[in-house]
């Protein structure tokens, strides 16, 4: 949840920032906005409108997260597409063999195949599993139950919801950045005007400055947050995969994933937001002794 509403934190700034700057420039006084303050008896002010619009434009979208159009909007967007033929089949019955350990109706969630070239699954939103097709092709079926199951776990603890939200929340302060980077680029081009080039420089580099400081709060911090909570959620789908019975499934899915790999790292270990596979590995292997 930290990493929720600190995610709304750093975009409502990022827009606020933004909808000011717009307003600098041209006055917004649009009618349903108008409206939509006196309801809340707020004056017209500046502040209001500038939070105001960018509130609205975080939770209005937000709301939208919870539709299905959104989330397979997002799947697309992340190269997941609908398994077919054989890929299904399997895929169908690892997640069979999962709902039924779990007491689920497999028709309640819908599975991806995502064209990456590692081996990776991973959950969005309320009932969507994605595997990568490495994944899927060099693993059985049992395997992939047992990562099927883990990613499960992300699910019933919400933690894929959580995370699809911020994903969504973020997509709009990274909007702001790709707009200012359109203007550096416009003023970067202007700035080879004699004497004008002197002013266009000079607001090419305020909007650099703003990109670079927007980027560190985007990524940054909530990235060491999201870190330290994501390592803790990771430990924890591990354990609903072995409460639920895939737990050795889930254990020689990722020995074989992790087969032949090199330790991370101090600092690359650090930075990542999985804990260390072989600690992983330790702890189901004690929650299925225990």
Sequence with gaps: ???????????????????????????????????????????ATSKNITLVLAAFTLIIPGLLTKTTIMQRYICWVQNCKR?????????????????????????????????????????IGDNNIAVTLPLLKAMPETYIAGILAHEMGHIQH?????????????????????????????????????????????ISWFFILQVYF?????????????????????????KYACEIGLGIQLYNGLAAITAGEQELPFFARLLSD?????????RIKAYLEG
């Excluded at 997640?95 to 959950?123: I, M, Q």
């Design 83 to 123: 398994p077919k033929g054989d890929e299904a089949v399997k895929l169908e019955e690892a997640l069979e063999l999962v709902c039924r350990h779990a007491g689920l109706k497999p028709s309640d969630y819908r599975l991806y195949v995502c064209k990456d070239k590692s081996y990776n699954a991973f959950a």
């Design 274 to 282: 999985h804990p260390n596979t072989s600690k992983r590995l330790d």
């Design 214 to 238: 927007f980027q560190f709060l985007l990524q940054l911090p909530l990235a060491l947050v999201h870190q330290f909570n994501s390592r803790r959620d990771e430990y924890a789908a591990d």
């Design 1 to 43: 949840m930290i990493n929720l509403i600190l995610t709304f934190i750093v975009n409502m700034f990022i827009l606020s920032s933004f909808w000011y700057l717009v307003q600098f420039f041209y006055q917004i006084d649009w009618p349903w906005l108008l409206h939509l303050l006196s309801a809340l008896q707020l004056a």
């Design 158 to 202: 919400d933690d894929a919801d959580i995370l699809y939200m911020c994903y969504v929340m973020s997509s709009f302060g990274n909007l702001v950045i790709r707009i200012y980077n359109i203007f550096i680029l416009i003023f970067s081009l202007l700035s080879w005007i004699p004497l004008a080039g002197y002013l266009a420089a000079l």
